[in-house]
């Protein structure tokens, strides 16, 4: 069997969506799971729709993923380069290559004349299409004397190359999600392959190099299907063996209804980008999964699964185990629906799973964040007795903060609903029934204080949830007196004394 090497061809155009990212891992675990290779071309022929920075921002995005390229524009590989525009020497000889079999042909027509012609065919309610039945009566080789295509092109007139379809033709592009597809030329338009600047369109170089870089699978966002008539096409005049295509399911709006577009992430509460991007031109920031606080295996594990299943019920599923599982056969026809509970889900299970070690970077940025420098036994301690309360990094800081800044506001809620007149003076005795525990035991000190608590015949609710707002600020954290044992006897102390100084009821 032919050595599988799929690749990722993004275009420079802005962000890396996380449509896109799905397409990445789903050609990485295919290569993976085939002992193949994968790839990272970037696709930059359409040099209008250039944005600096997102070359870069999609390498790193896949850094920090975790996606490892076999070869590609940063890394190289022995089919290089591998970027289009550095390619762009090798191109015009394919061109001429088909033009010469008689597969395409060149054309002289204006944008103005073009759109005459639309303008003309909307007039009647038709749709201007190039191609059998009107290239004839066009400004093309096909049309004019060979003398004056000659002529044209020696005098420096601007053309393009287009593709030239047999007429009634039905097409069939093999797919390995959608079985056979079957188009008939008839409705398709002699697609522009080689530009007057001198630049191949997508069409020519993405068939050009997948052929030169032996491309064995073309795994791609359904979108493309569209273009797979032309690109089997293609493959047939050039005489090469075409690679196998599968074009992936589209990520839906989280209801269902369309595409999950670039707008949606932001306005619906979630990243639709790896990581934060701001925009070159205007400015505008547009979230990302990194700095929104997922981990990149949560990320990859909740992508893997749109789209796509096991066949089992089983979820949670790392790189590797997803190398092993993932089948092409499995990928779904219908557009899968972003799901924000299952990605929180994820994430909040990832961040279980993961080794302190590798948390605890991300736990002491976010007190950094925050002007705290803490000590690392303690902050890990802290680390380990919240972490099940996160879902996204940054609630690190929410969940614990109380741990090494002391509270200088107190929730009013929690005050209206739990704070009495007489709480100050409970907890006044109950702080010094702690401060008698000598040396301080966590378990004697919690038996004395619930001894207290119910001889006193207090509403243990009520008094306790006063005690934690005393030491926190709000009614949240882990067993109370985890908190004492850990911020320790003296901090407790000095917050209680505040508190009762502070928090007046009448
Ligand atoms: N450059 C195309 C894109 O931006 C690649 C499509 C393909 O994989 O053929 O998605």
New binding site residues.
């Given amino acids: 069997m032919k050595r599988v090497r799929v690749r990722f061809?993004?275009?420079p155009t802005g962000p890396l969506h996380i449509g896109g990212v799905r397409t990445a891992l789903y050609n990485y675990l295919f290569a993976k799971q085939n002992g193949g290779d994968f790839i990272l071309r970037i696709?930059d022929t359409d040099q209008t729709r250039f944005v600096p920075g997102a070359e870069e921002y999609i390498i790193e995005a896949f850094q920090w993923l975790g996606i490892k390229f076999d070869e590609g524009v940063h890394i190289g590989g022995n089919y290089g380069p591998y970027k289009q525009s550095e390619r762009k020497p090798m191109y015009k000889q394919y061109a001429m290559q088909l033009i010469e079999n008689g597969w395409a042909y060149f054309a002289f027509d204006t944008p103005e004349a073009l759109d005459a012609k639309r303008k003309e065919a909307e007039a009647q309610k038709k749709t201007f299409q190039y191609d059998a039945h009107t290239r004839d009566g066009l400004c093309n080789s096909l049309a004019l004397s060979a003398e004056e295509v000659t002529r044209r092109i020696q005098s420096g007139d601007p053309y393009v190359v287009r593709f030239k379809y047999p007429a009634d033709l039905d097409i069939h592009v093999h797919d390995l999600i959608r079985g056979e597809v079957v188009i008939n030329s008839n409705l398709l338009d002699d697609k522009v392959l080689y530009k007057s600047d001198g630049m191949p369109t997508?069409h020519l170089a993405?068939i050009v190099d997948d052929h030169l870089m032996e491309v064995s699978h073309?795994i791609?966002?359904e979108e493309?299907l569209p273009s797979a008539p032309l690109h089997v096409m293609l493959y047939q005049a050039f005489g090469w063996e075409a690679p196998q295509f599968a074009h992936l399911p589209l990520l839906l709006k989280p209801d269902g209804n369309g595409k999950l577009s670039k707008r949606d992430g932001d306005r619906l509460g979630f990243p639709v980008f790896p990581l934060q991007w701001k925009d070159p031109k205007s400015g505008e920031i547009s979230s990302g999964y990194r700095e929104s606080g997922y981990l990149p295996e949560a990320v990859i594990n909740m992508l893997a699964l749109l789209g796509w299943n096991p066949g089992t019920d089983q979820e949670m599923m790392d790189l590797d185990t997803l190398v092993s599982l993932f089948s092409i056969e499995k990928i779904s026809k219908s557009g899968a629906k972003f799901d924000l509970e299952k990605a929180k889900w994820f994430n909040h299970q990832y961040i279980q799973k993961t080794e302190d070690d590798k948390l605890y970077p991300l736990f002491e940025k976010e007190l950094q964040k925050h002007g705290v420098q803490p000590d690392k036994d303690y902050a890990l301690r802290v680390m380990r007795m919240i972490k099940e309360r996160v879902h996204f990094i940054p609630e690190f800081w929410e969940q614990s903060s109380y741990f090494f800044v002391a509270p200088t506001e107190y929730d009013p809620q929690v005050i209206k609903k739990r704070w009495e007149k007489d709480t100050n003076e409970h907890l006044k005795k109950m702080m010094d029934i702690i401060l008698s525990v000598q040396p301080y035991n966590k378990e004697t000190a919690h038996d004395l204080v619930m001894d207290y608590v119910q001889s006193h015949g207090l509403n243990m609710g009520k008094i306790m949830n006063s005690f934690r707002l005393a030491l926190v600020g709000t009614a949240k954290g882990p067993d109370l007196f985890e908190i004492i044992t850990t911020i320790g006897v003296e901090e407790t102390k000095a917050r209680v004394d505040r508190a009762v100084k502070e928090i007046i009821v009448n």
């Fill in positions: 061809a993004p275009s696709e997508y993405n073309v791609r966002g493309w």
